[in-house]
């Protein structure tokens, strides 16, 4: 871990910068058009570029672009060549391979992400204000919602923004907030260049978004950009030392401090578990020789599937750790400690991440569609007893291969439902490392005949004890519009199935939230 006195990057007055400025967007969901109404508002002179005409056609009033380029990858990179601009504000879903991209690194353009742009203006209007990092591969929504929660019971303003909820830039053009709990997905961070964390984390790291990044590589160099210019923590995973590789060989600001977090005792440095009381040993003044508690897995147990707490994750405690370990960055939290089991048990999880959806029959039904790929898939899988998994799976699995997944986890699995506009790797896979396993196969159609086809296959799969868990390990763009559209499907056709009788939930539309 190499260190700076200062922060290298040049400083400026974005406000002052932007009014007059041209600047295009590219990108029109929810986080593209935020970003036109900031800049609007700064008074920028805005070009957008997006594959929808209706998108540019929905700008708010008083956000009317100068010019707008409509069409697909190519068409827009031919657009971004013929205009004179000289930057561009990326949203998450426009790949780093792609035509336009491509462009514009060889017109020399720059390029910022919509972090990029909340930092510059947050550097401008509210620099006391910390921010707080997280990223990995999955848990970063999980962590963020439980750091936000510790910080607010520590008696701040606190929200959760980034890759989840309401867009960084809005929150702090309205400038209201104490601190930020910012999730960054591997897309944000790529074009992110400034960003100077209070304190950061990468939770884990394995492959995916290989097809947006190239390669791996590209993909970790990415992700390990989130520790760059920390100042007072970066947070690894000690059961990943991907992370603690990022950690060594990140440039951060003097002082900066790192800490280990895992399910063990930890040592100096470190944040961890002993028997059922997290510990830290990296913050606490005496760490040297003793921990402080800081609280305990009884103040998890409501995130346990079913509500059972021998059958809390492993994982969700490691999140609860990571968080921990970032909020006590922050001179408030060290005060008053007692803030992470307050702020511990008053985190409610967000919708479509292991979420218990219905009960009958002795069946647990459990939503964790926002398991888009491996990783997060066997630790949703390994949550429950041996043998008692019936596993709704697949979708667009972004180029990854599941025979290791389905390898490390047939030992759990009563049985397999595959949904999937072309479900054939998926049930390959099934069939090369689990020839065991009771498989059936969902026909393509509608979403909504999908799943409640693919929840009736898997009722009669499913006995008294079992679990019936929506946990992909793929994307769900291939038939679905989003992966809570995808949730909310389930979760409706399962309280049916279950005889709750209760309507789904509201469908929200994430399209323009990366996992």
Known sequence: MSTTNAVTYESSDIVKDLAGAQVGVVGLGRTGTAVVEVLSALGARVSVFDSRQDAVQALPAGTRPVAAAVGDDAALAQALVSSDLRLLVVSPGVPATGALMQAA???????????????????????????ITVTGTDGKTTTVGMLSAILTAAGMSAPAVGNIGVPTISVVAEGKADALAVELSSFQLHATHSLSPLAAACLNLSADHLDWHGSMEAYAADKARVYTHAQRGVVYN????????????????????????GLGAPGPGQVGLVEDVMVDRAWYPRRHHEAAELATLADLEHLAPGGRSGRLPAHVVADALAAASLALAHDRVQADPGC?????RAFVPGAHRLVTVAQGDGVTWVDDSKATNAHSARAALTSVEPGTAVWIVGGDTKGADLHPLVASVRG?????????????????????????????????GEPGEVMDEAVRLAAATARSG????????????????????????FARAARLQAGAGQAGRTVQDDQDRQP
């Open 105 to 131: 690194r060889a017109r020399g353009i720059e390029t910022w992400s919509e972090i990029e742009l909340a930092w510059r203006l947050h550097r401008s209007t509210r620099p006391e204000v910390p921010w």
């Open 238 to 261: 000690l059961a990943d030392p991907a992370t603690l590789r990022m950690v060594e060989e990140a440039d951060v600001v003097e002082g900066c401090r790192a800490v280990g977090f």
């Open 340 to 344: 992470v089991a307050r702020g511990l």
């Open 412 to 444: 759990y699995l009563r049985g397999a439902v595959v949904i999937g506009a072309d479900p054939t790797e998926v049930v390959q896979a099934l069939q090369d490392e689990a020839p065991q396993v009771p498989l059936t196969v969902v026909r393509p």
């Open 466 to 489: 079992d679990t019936v868990l929506l946990a992909p390990a793929a994307a769900s763009w291939d038939q679905f519009r989003s992966y809570a559209e995808r949730g909310d499907l």
